[in-house]
């Protein structure tokens, strides 16, 4: 199996290189799309390390679906610019989708800020991956091609792509949740706080189980990046 570690960008300028070369340090032959909605501050060129470049309507879900369709590998790896994985996350993923009934899966995070606030974060976070089996995107999503290509994608929403994607792949087969850790920027956090984000991200994920649109909801969502 081939894995696509896919990108999206959106004024990404300052740290697209580094999660780039992070990337390629993973010392195993993986194919890189950086897929950009638009930004003003060069960061496509900054991404000259990638194995694409392509632009793409803004919107994770448009980005992401467009560089899956570009995209050659087996199984797709969604990582957010402000992410990394780690050296043998890739193994991981392959040794785990050697079980077929494994659809997909994401990995455990690790904030890079200290404090027992961000801990926390990081254990609830690993709870409703084993409890729900709903993982977010900066938990680095991870999928079969034909997994993702059955359930049509990302749907076309402006908020919670990833979670109704995920909810759509666990119909499929089993989600794993791996070992292997993914290192999240505390910039959200930092600048909307710690309590207010993790409230605010409650009320909109019981908001949309109650039927309320993703696409209402994304207009109380702060852009941070």
């Known amino acids: 199996m081939r894995i696509s570690i896919i990108i999206p960008t959106l004024n990404e300028a300052d740290r697209i290189a580094s999660v780039l070369q992070r990337t390629r340090a993973l010392q195993e032959a993986c194919q890189i799309v950086v897929v950009d909605g638009g930004s003003s501050d060069g960061t496509l060129l900054c991404a000259g390390a990638a194995d694409v470049c392509l632009s793409a309507p803004q919107g994770r879900a448009s980005q992401q679906n467009a560089a899956a369709a570009a995209a050659s590998g087996d199984v797709f790896l969604f990582l957010h610019a402000d992410c990394w994985i780690e050296e043998g996350s890739l193994e991981a993923v392959h040794h785990v989708l050697a079980e077929p009934r ?23 976070n690993a709870q409703r991956v084993r409890t729900w ?7 680095g999503i ?3 091609r034909t ?24 119909r499929l087969g089993q989600i794993a949740l791996l070992e292997g850790r993914i290192h999240v920027s505390p910039r959200r956090w930092q600048q909307q706080g710690v309590v ?15 039927g309320v649109s993703p696409n209402r909801l994304a207009g109380f969502y702060p852009n941070v990046r």
């Open 196 to 210: 207010r984000q993790t409230l605010r991200n409650w009320s909109l994920l019981a908001l949309a189980q109650c």
């Open 133 to 139: 089996k709903w993982a977010y995107g900066d938990q």
């Open 102 to 124: 494994v659809v997909g899966g994401c990995f455990r995070q690790v904030i890079d800020a200290p404090g027992m606030r961000y801990r926390l974060l990081e254990w609830g």
């Open 142 to 144: 991870f999928v079969r």
């Open 147 to 170: 997994a993702f290509q059955q359930v049509g994608g990302f749907p076309d929403v402006r908020l919670m792509e990833d979670l109704f994607l995920m909810k759509r792949l666990k």
